[in-house]
């Protein structure tokens, strides 16, 4: 938090291109995985990564300090994975399940996914939830984020971020369930 204050200091002290390197520093893994765990695949994960970074950074001068940097971070992170997944199964007539299951398949032969049998398991469960409710178990399950800030950066009620949750909990429970 400390860190990120400074990142503001430099950005409102027009030290733009120093605050900016700081802010890649701290933030590039985290936006890179919260990407992966969208679009799957590393290749799509690099270069969405990319997106958010030039998107972040052309936009840098407009944070108005109204929510926590990383909330702000986060949120052109899952605009631009979202959108990602959205031009691409329409370029490929797939409907976005249909697109997310294709790519979740595709990980068992990805050199950059190490995970085993039940990690895509894990995956094809997390690929067949609503868009909303995936977003929402990836940011609370994997990213250990509060309903708060998922709230912010979703810009969705925290009832209604808990529901969704419950329910897509529920769903991975009964497919993983339904496939052992």
């Given at each position: 938090m400390e860190r990120d204050l400074h990142i503001i200091y430099l950005i409102q002290n027009n030290q733009i291109e120093e605050?900016?390197?700081i802010l890649v520093s701290d933030?590039?893994?985290?936006?890179?995985?919260?990407?992966?765990?969208?679009?799957?695949?590393h290749e799509d994960a690099d270069d969405v990564t990319q997106n958010v970074?030039?998107?972040?950074?052309?936009?840098l001068?407009?944070?108005?300090?109204?929510?926590?940097?990383?909330?702000?971070?986060?949120?052109?992170t899952y605009n631009e994975s979202v959108n990602f997944i959205h031009k691409r199964?329409?370029?490929?007539?797939?409907?976005i399940e249909d697109y997310n299951l294709a790519k979740v398949d595709e990980l068992e032969n990805d050199p950059y996914f190490d995970g085993e049998a039940t990690e895509i398991l894990l995956q094809k469960a997390i690929a067949r939830?609503?868009?909303?409710?995936?977003?929402?178990?990836n940011m609370k399950y994997?990213?250990?984020m509060k309903y708060s800030d998922i709230s912010v950066i979703l810009e969705t009620s925290i009832g209604g971020l808990k529901a969704?949750?419950?329910?897509?909990?529920?769903?991975?429970?009964?497919?993983?369930?339904?496939?052992?």
């Open positions: 605050g900016f390197k933030y590039h893994q985290k936006v890179y995985w919260q990407v992966r765990r969208i679009v799957y695949i970074f030039m998107k972040i950074f052309q936009h001068k407009d944070f108005r300090n109204e929510s926590k940097l990383s909330s702000w971070i986060f949120r052109i199964s329409k370029y490929l007539n797939q409907s939830l609503p868009e909303k409710q995936r977003l929402i178990f994997f990213d250990d969704n949750y419950h329910h897509a909990v529920k769903k991975i429970e009964q497919y993983i369930s339904e496939s052992h």
